[in-house]
């Protein structure tokens, strides 16, 4: 009898590539995957825990969940709640104390034995056995993605995720992914091929490589040698019809030559990296022990942007870093006016418990990372929207995603990662030549767009002619 998962994902993309093999991997164990928690057998919460916030949406989740699970109890049905993610990796038991709804916990380098897990959990339960709960955070020698199969069937979407690299052996002192994800670990070359090849083959024309610290890649080549990301990069270009190549997230100091001449001579290498930087003060910058100086980082970026002088970028920040002066903060807004991202997200430190940088004395009151916070993204939107107005009248590729809420309207990717907004009815050319053609068939299909308007967060044009 089939049954029904769904998975609700928190955070970054790597949670959203984890969900999927979650997916894959139940698959074969007759689950589904649903649109909602209310018919499912199984809920997955894959969670985040890299600011509080992201931690506290969880137990609010689980208190919503367990009325549900109650009132299926109810009818004698079962509905299992699992955590699975960065807040199971760090609070596992914590998380059992304190919410009873839950079932199992499981860390991110456990999700190949998730129907193992499953089937331990059920038997308890149908035993009766009110212990019925599973907790797996270990860092197993096998990786999972040894085990992790990747659904082939269906239709991928136009763009897709695939996960490099996992894990940081960085240490900044405000973060916890080098406890949640452990040591990096960089797959193997041929294994990310394949994977690409298979997502090619369903229509994936763009692939956003992903891993905490992508750029420190250093997984094994076919010849045993140990090849970069820049290598893999040049690798991954020789599979016909994979249009694009995306990479996220990297680290200042792992931008190497190899990678930044990528920008130059591979032109699936798209002109777009999100490079944080977090703090332009060289002191916080120390404190963080981020390891380089903001000189350092400029001359990264001078050397990107002598490589590839269109070359759009992003960044983190963080404000309010414990003992951050004015003076601190200044800095940072004069990184941004020097670099000028083409966007950028930031954040108010939030104190991550067993991270260095939570147990200092010099916390900065709430007020004064507001204030801060609200006067570095007013400076960063004027720069967006800056950035965006720059491509007014001009025409670009866009890579066609999904449909808009108006009729005619299509939203894709340009390739520096804006959203665009095309109105794919004035190709009166393209449907004239094909006859019965609707604009359904610019579906995940690479078109040029005359581009019309420009806001902070997206670009609105017009079609000029399919390219693809
Ligand atoms: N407080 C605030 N922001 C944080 N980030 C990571 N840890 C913290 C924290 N403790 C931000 C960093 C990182 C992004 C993914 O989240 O800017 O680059
Ligand atoms: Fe966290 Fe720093 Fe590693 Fe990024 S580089 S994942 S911020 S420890």
Do not use: W
Request: glycine content about 8%.
């Amino acid at each position: 009898m089939s049954k029904k998962v769904f998975i609700k994902t928190y955070g970054c993309q790597m949670n959203v590539y984890d969900s999927k093999r979650m997916a894959d991997v139940l698959k074969p164990h007759g689950y589904e995957q649903s649109e909602s928690a209310e018919d499912a057998d199984l809920v997955i919460l894959n969670t985040c825990h890299i600011r509080e916030k992201a931690a506290e949406k969880v137990y609010s989740e689980i208190g919503r969940l367990r009325t549900e699970k109650d009132a299926k109890a109810a009818e004698g049905k079962n509905m299992f709640i699992a955590v699975a993610g960065c807040v199971a990796q760090a609070e596992g038991p914590e998380m059992m104390k304190r919410a009873p709804a839950i079932d199992m916990v499981l860390g991110p380098q456990t999700y190949h034995r998730l129907p193992d897990m499953l089937k331990a959990a059920e038997e308890q339960r149908t035993g009766g056995r009110m212990s019925a709960r599973v907790l797996d955070t270990e860092f197993p020698v096998d990786t999972k993605f040894d085990h992790l199969p990747t659904d082939e069937s269906g239709f991928e979407g136009t763009a897709a995720f695939l996960t490099i690299q996992e894990g940081c052996d960085k240490f900044c002192t405000f973060c916890v992914v080098p406890y949640t994800r452990g040591a990096e670990y960089s797959r193997p070359v041929s294994d990310i091929v394949e994977e690409a090849k298979r997502l090619v083959a369903r229509g994936v024309m763009e692939i956003t490589l992903l891993g905490q610290n992508v750029n420190a890649y250093h997984g094994t080549a076919a010849d045993g040698s140990t090849a970069t990301l820049g290598g893999l990069i040049a690798e991954l270009d020789k599979i016909d019809g994979l249009t694009r190549i995306r990479y996220t997230t990297s680290h200042p100091r792992d931008m190497d030559q190899e990678l930044i001449d990528a920008h130059r001579d591979i032109a699936s290498c798209m002109p777009y990296l999100h490079l944080p930087v977090q703090s332009g003060s060289d002191r916080i910058l120390d404190a963080m022990n981020r390891k380089h100086t903001r000189e350092e980082y400029f001359a990264v970026i001078d050397r990107l942007r002598a490589a590839r002088p269109d070359l759009a970028l992003s960044s983190d920040f963080i404000v309010g870093f414990p003992g951050e002066t004015d003076e601190d903060f200044e800095d940072t807004l004069d990184l941004v006016r020097r670099v000028k991202y083409a966007q950028a997200y930031s954040f108010k430190y939030s104190p991550r418990p067993g991270t260095p940088a939570s147990v200092s004395k010099e916390q900065v009151p709430e007020d004064v990372k507001s204030e801060r916070l609200a006067r570095l993204q007013a400076l960063i939107n004027e720069h967006q929207i800056e950035f965006n107005e720059g491509f007014i009248g001009k025409e670009m590729d866009v890579l066609l995603e999904r449909f808009g809420k108006r009729d005619g309207q299509m939203i894709g990717r340009s390739p520096y990662l804006q959203s665009v907004y095309v109105d794919v009815r004035n190709d009166h050319n393209a449907l004239d030549a094909a006859g019965d053609k609707t604009y359904t068939d610019y579906m995940g299909k690479l078109v040029r767009v005359r581009i019309l308007e420009a806001g902070p967060n997206s670009l609105k044009g017009e079609l000029v002619r399919a390219l693809h």
